[in-house]
């Protein structure tokens, strides 16, 4: 009896001393967010805007803060959004960030890019990430371990950074086939684990108010036929709405000469504003979202959009 307890004794000042470190690390990470890197970043970077801020969460991996410029949304409804998706995000990582953003948010609408929906890193890595992002979720120690060297490296992480979104005006243009999703029946096939998270991240947008609305950016590198097919048939299951900008995308305007970053994999600055451009009308057309600029309390907004626009005159 006397080892149970000092088992749970232990146990006991090992879980509050996780809790206590975690608390400070917190504080830490909020006076540095712009220094850090990583697959961190972006679970500091959106936990350190100031609370209900954010109307519109995007997430994702990649193709989703390579399409979305919240500032040009900003500027053309207002609608407040941020892009928090991760180069390769896991569903488990979009689950997780989706819910340490509602920790201080209280966003109308998740706008989740579907190009994540299909990475599978295998078994292995999947239990892995099962197990250590509920764990870096309730003590953000083992997220943030590293974060005291950023107040010795200097800046890092994310440069330039608007609402997560960063102005990338290479071009290399796409040379493949402009008819990449030539009609099929056959269907690609989304991992188990993600329809099990994809009912978690479902459930937490009910949980919180949220609507949530799928939608696959433009990309002849990571889509076709079967991916659409396989993304509209879940759609229709789980009844969500869901929208494919690569059927789309001659409506948009899209040009893979000049809107492609890197030979068609994601969208240059060209492109992604021309995206944003017809997902602020379609934003408008079919959701209640509120228009901040006239609103006393957005004037970090108004200049971080004066600041977007500069720059992007300097590289444009």
């Known amino acids: 009896m006397k080892k149970k307890k000092r088992i749970i004794l232990f146990g006991l000042i090992f879980i509050i001393l996780l809790g206590l470190c975690s608390a400070g690390i917190k504080i830490l990470v909020g006076n540095v967010k712009d220094a850090i890197g990583g697959r961190s970043r972006v679970f500091a970077s959106v936990s350190s805007e100031p609370e209900r801020t ?7 991996d990649s193709e989703s803060y390579t399409s979305i410029s919240p500032m040009d949304l900003w500027d ?13 995000q896991r569903i ?15 966003p109308k609408l998740v706008l989740l890019e579907t190009n994540a929906m299909f990475r599978d890193p295998g078994f292995l890595k999947n239990i892995q990430l099962s197990l250590t992002e509920p764990l870096s979720y309730h003590f953000p120690i083992f997220r943030y371990h590293n974060a ?3 107040l010795f490296d200097g800046p890092g992480g994310l440069k330039n950074g608007y609402m997560g979104f960063e102005i990338r005006d290479k071009t290399v243009s796409y040379e493949g086939d402009e008819n990449y999703m030539k009609e099929t029946k056959d269907k690609s096939e989304i991992p188990k684990v993600v329809y099990v998270y994809m009912d978690k991240i479902r459930n937490l947008c009910r949980k919180n108010g949220a609507e949530l609305l799928l939608f696959s950016a433009p990309s002849p590198v990571n889509y076709d036929c079967k991916k659409h097919n396989a993304l509209k048939e879940y759609a229709e299951e789980k009844n969500l709405p869901y929208i494919d900008l690569n059927m789309k995308y001659t409506d948009i305007g899209i040009d893979w000469k000049k809107d492609s970053y890197d030979k068609g994999d994601h969208l240059n600055i060209h492109g992604a504003r021309k995206v944003t451009d017809y997902m602020a009308k379609y934003l408008t057309e079919n959701y209640n979202l509120p228009d901040r600029r006239n ?6 907004w108004h200049n971080l959009a004066d600041r977007y626009f500069k720059e992007l005159k300097e590289k444009i």
């Not at 053309?76 to 390769?88: E, F, L, M, R, S």
């Open 76 to 88: 053309k409804t207002g609608i407040a959004a941020y892009d928090c998706g991760q180069p390769a």
């Open 295 to 300: 609103e006393k309390g957005w004037e970090e």
């Open 54 to 60: 954010i109307d519109i969460l995007v997430a994702g």
């Open 148 to 150: 005291w060297k950023a």
């Open 92 to 106: 488990q990582e979009t689950y997780y960030i989706l819910k340490t953003a509602f920790k201080k948010q209280s």
